[in-house]
């Protein structure tokens, strides 16, 4: 490796003029940006907000040159052009959209882990998470998925504009966090971090002589040493240099996790383990300040708690963590971190800039090696050489500042490569459609209300569209077989409003519950009852997918100021309050009786044996059956008989 002799010259100026002595330098401001979405299940804008190809232009008018976009998880599935083909639909999309990192998320696992894996295979973007790893592989991380990306930025000292971005490979950190690591208290927990021990001058990571670890010199990228060579062709190699010694390079680090309850919201198998991501991402982070990272991102999809967890333990690690998981924008700062979370669809983009405060270097690490390699590489008859041993410094960064906005994607035009690939699904759509049913086919008309899907409320609070659903359901079991049914808002996709005097056709019943769950009977005592309703009340007033809908003749009242797990005040069934030592027969879909959305208590239940008639049936076959069986085919939807019932901040 070579040895770097330093001039004492200020960048950008020559070494005369550094030697006769000038004033303190003044910071300069590097300006950066990171554009995000999260959570993103309808292809299509609904009501002229949201969608694909809307949110890639919306992207494409805010982009800058050396931007980052990000999508932060929830992609894979939750919607019927996903669930069709697979995934594969999600990804051809994204491939004409250009993300630079998507991180992983719940849904990414509907399919399943194998199926995961392949689609990775096929994007030409990465995927992001540290803290997923397959037992099978001696619990190395999740196929073709990163623990971290690094960017090196080239800026130029005078005037903070950015010239070149580059990503770096460390081989050695990569073969490090594949494997686990392990702390004093075990697998998962933090680990005490040393310096890196390389010392090759082109991974970009760092070198060990007699003490810490110091991070080598970044190289200068061949695209921008040409252009140099192109400003300054006609004249000096000096000029060369000192247009070189005007560059610094500023070091930005990606890391990121995902929930550790996506067991309980998806598909993962056995094979798959989630460690907490705190732990996780404070040892990467740890490892990527020793690899010379100056700037930390976090992109992760994980509850806001668990972001929380990540800030407090990151602490003066992390700048900002942009997230998923939650369907609503959200901005908090936990200890020295800013989290941002832009809201689900697409219906807004997130842009975060970065004001990165730095001193112009009073040395330049341009040598007279360099100096020698570019009189060669000026010189048009000589033999071609190599740009990867010409050097620069680290930018001496003051601080960091970030600001966050969010634009709405409201009637957007469509951006015409991501709308081609749409089209060519919806397009497989309905030839596969057309071998089945006609989705056109009007189920039922809308009568004295509207009939409301949209998250914000199926999430949160009594919600039409939700009651319909538990309507059916009981409606298919019927008293003999069952008490009352119980849907989890997170079922319901569409995410509109359907004014009265619509009509409702089978292709809206396909894409409002593009999943295909089965409904099942479980047997429960009232008091495991109780405490899986108060799991699926856990997370009020913030909108969570296991929040619960009722089927007629039953209303729950709860107060959302008291403590999780104590909430419940009343429920009554069919007039009667609910007896603890009582069992009862509940109707399920398949994944909440299986203790999905983390509502556990749900498992203490027994499955019922059901008629032959009644077994594998999906739900969204059984609100088709419900809704065809209509008087007049006319559906008045539940709007004034709130079953879920808040009643704390209605004292209040």
């Not at 100021?561 to 069934?573: A, D, H, L, V, Y």
């Amino acid at each position: 490796m070579k040895s770097h002799k330093q001039y004492q010259a200020s960048p950008g100026l020559p070494p005369k003029a550094a030697a006769s002595g000038t004033n303190a330098v003044k910071p300069v401001v590097c300006q950066l940006q990171i554009l995000a979405a999260n959570d993103i299940y309808t292809f299509r804008d609904v009501n002229g907000i949201g969608g694909y190809s809307t949110l890639k232009s919306l992207v494409n008018q805010h982009r800058k040159p050396y931007s980052v976009f990000v999508i932060n998880g929830d992609v894979l599935g939750g919607s019927q052009l996903a669930e069709t083909f697979k995934g594969e639909s999600v990804i051809s999309v994204l491939n004409a959209m250009q993300p630079d990192i998507v991180a992983v998320g719940n849904h990414e696992f509907d399919y399943g882990v194998e199926r995961l894996e392949e689609l990775i295979k096929s994007s030409r973007f990465d995927w992001l998470s540290g803290n997923i790893r397959r037992k099978s592989k001696n619990y190395g991380l999740l196929g073709n998925v990163k623990p971290y990306k690094i960017y090196d930025y080239f800026i130029c000292g005078r005037t903070g504009e950015i010239l070149a971005r580059r990503e770096v490979i460390i081989p050695e950190l990569n073969e490090e966090l594949s494997h686990p690591f392990v702390s004093e208290g075990g697998r998962g927990g933090s680990s005490n971090v040393t310096g890196p021990a390389i010392d090759e001058p082109n991974a970009g990571g760092g070198s060990v002589q007699n003490g810490p670890a110091v991070p080598p010199p970044p190289r200068v990228p061949e695209e921008l040493l040409e252009s140099l060579l192109g400003a300054y062709g006609s004249q000096s190699s000096n000029s060369v240099c000192d247009g070189i010694r005007s560059v610094e390079c500023l070091r930005i680090g990606f890391l990121g996790a995902c929930t550790v309850t996506t067991p309980f919201c998806s598909y993962p198998g056995p094979d798959v383990v989630f460690e907490e991501a705190p732990e996780v991402m404070e040892h990467v982070a740890n490892r990527l300040k020793a690899y010379g990272c100056q700037l930390l991102i976090g992109l992760t999809h994980l509850t806001m708690s668990e972001d929380s967890k990540v800030a407090s333990t990151c602490r003066g690690k992390i700048s900002v963590i942009l997230g998923g998981h939650e369907h609503t924008p959200i901005i908090q700062q936990t200890d020295e971190t800013f989290i941002f979370k832009t809201g689900q669809n697409g219906n807004w983009l997130g842009i975060v800039d970065f004001s990165v405060v730095f001193k112009p270097m009073s040395a330049s690490l341009v040598n007279e090696t360099d100096t020698s390699l570019l009189t060669s590489m000026q010189n048009p008859e000589a033999e071609a050489k190599t740009t990867s041993d010409v050097s620069i410094p680290f930018a001496d960064v003051v601080s960091v500042v970030p600001s966050f906005s969010l634009k709405t994607n409201m009637h957007q035009p469509r951006d015409p490569a991501t709308e081609e690939v749409i089209a060519k699904y919806e397009k497989k759509l309905q030839e596969e459609e057309a071998k089945g049913p006609d989705v056109t086919r009007v189920l039922v008309k809308l009568v004295d209300g509207q009939l409301d899907t949209r998250t914000a409320s199926c999430r949160v609070k009594h919600a039409s569209g939700a009651s319909l659903v538990a309507d059916a359901m009981y409606s298919f079991m019927g008293p003999d077989l069952a008490d009352f049914a119980i849907i989890n808002g997170g079922f319901i996709r569409g995410d509109k409003v359907y004014p009265s005097g619509t009509n409702i056709t089978l292709k809206d019943i396909k894409i409002e519950f593009p999943f295909p769950k089965k409904a099942v009977v479980i047997r429960i005592r009232g008091a495991d009852l109780l405490a899986a309703l108060e799991q699926q009340l856990a997370n009020y007033p913030a909108p969570f997918g296991a929040f619960p809908h009722l089927s007629t003749g039953c209303k729950l009242c709860f107060d959302g100021e008291q403590p999780s797990g104590s909430r419940i005040q009343n429920f009554t069934i069919h007039g009667k309050e609910i007896d603890p030592e009582k069992e009862y027969r509940v109707v399920l879909t398949e994944f909440v009786a299986g203790g999905g959305d983390g509502c556990v208590a749900f498992l203490k239940g027994k499955r019922e044996p059901l008629p032959a008639d009644k077994v594998d049936c999906l739900v969204s076959q059984i609100i088709v059956d419900y809704l065809d069986s209509q008087p007049h085919r006319l559906y008045t939807p539940v709007n004034n008989e709130e079953r879920v019932v808040e009643v704390g901040r209605a004292r209040g």
